[in-house]
């Protein structure tokens, strides 16, 4: 039966430009096209079961695309991007939260995509380079997908089962992230080199790197009085202020 209710939809701009993403996916189109909320997402924000796998803003997400694109194609920036648009397809522009004991309200329409060196990337390639600064060796690395850190997180909580205090979060997260040294692609020899041959001040140099690289949104914010952000705080409260209180619905 033909759907009575045609659901109004916005095109969501992401930070990307769609650089990353192969030209055969929709996604190198840089942008997506986004229904606003109904009642059965405000279902998914409530489900305990996604709530307690920690997926409950990915699933939203997701209920909430239109186009056609498998959402863990995604690098985390266009889904940062998404996610601040869902908000406001949601509930409105204005965000009001409390940081450091004083009362916030941010205009989320005004949040801007970090503006990216499109001369960094190749387009439809998810690759770069970078020599790390003490040793010479050329890496590439790529920028992490919503697959990637489900594959990463599943590593992780592997590692755990086999050491409770395992805290190996950072090198597992280099092993994906980095595609080859020197020409190297071989997945052994690059875990091998993030164990034993990455030094820790070539390691920073490439996350600060790919901070600069990395394509976002900009979810920051001046607190009174300060000369430096810090980030706005993002949780089930961004969506639904009021979400244990079944009471004020």
Known sequence: MENKFKMPTEMVELPSLGLVYPESSPLSSGQIEM???TAREEDILTNQNYISKGTVLDELVKSLIVSDVNYDDLIVGDKNA????????????????TWG?????IDLTTIENIPIDTKLFRKGINEFNFTLPSTGINVTFKLLTGKDEKQIRAEIDSLKKINKNSSAELSTRLKYI???INGDRDQKDIREFVDNALLARDSRALREYIKEVQPDVDLTFFPNGSNEKVTIPIGLSFFWPDIWDSTSI
């Open 178 to 180: 980095i595609t080859s």
């Open 35 to 37: 229904k606003y909320m």
């Open 101 to 105: 004991g004083e009362d916030y309200n």
């Open 82 to 97: 998404l996610l601040v648009a869902a908000r406001v397809l949601g509930y409105g522009k204005d965000y009001k939260f």
